[in-house]
Nanobody
């Protein structure tokens, strides 16, 4: 599986963005997640989604109301919709995948995209 992210950019506080992660090679029975990394800090899982059921996981409850992860299996694409963006959401967002079922285990992700920058300012 190869992953390519898109959709990042500069947005004002309170704004919204939709990130896309397109996979070549298919995503069936793969967990796909979005991670955020701030310069000098480790990547942190934000949200993940399972296949084929589509069960979603979020790092904490505070994200559920503002971020939504979803997938379009026909297009092998996973989305992260972000609303009410805050300065603290700024970072490089990476899409990642692993061929397992423990989608909420952020340590299992081994396949990564190149990232897309989100700046809230």
């Amino acid at each position: 599986v190869q992953l390519v992210e898109s959709g990042g950019g500069l947005v004002q506080p309170g704004g919204s963005l939709r990130l896309s992660c397109a996979a070549s090679g298919g995503m069936y029975r793969h967990c796909v997640a979005w991670f955020r990394q701030v310069a000098g800090k480790a990547r942190l899982g934000v949200a993940s989604i399972s296949s084929p059921v589509g069960t979603t996981y979020y790092r904490d409850d505070s994200l559920k109301g503002r971020f939504t992860i979803s997938r379009d299996s026909a297009k092998n694409t996973v989305f992260l919709e972000m609303y009410g963006l805050e300065a603290g959401d700024t970072g490089m967002y990476y899409c990642a995948a692993h061929s397992g079922t423990l989608c909420s285990d952020w340590t299992r992700y081994r396949t990564w995209g190149q990232g897309t920058q989100v700046t809230v300012s």
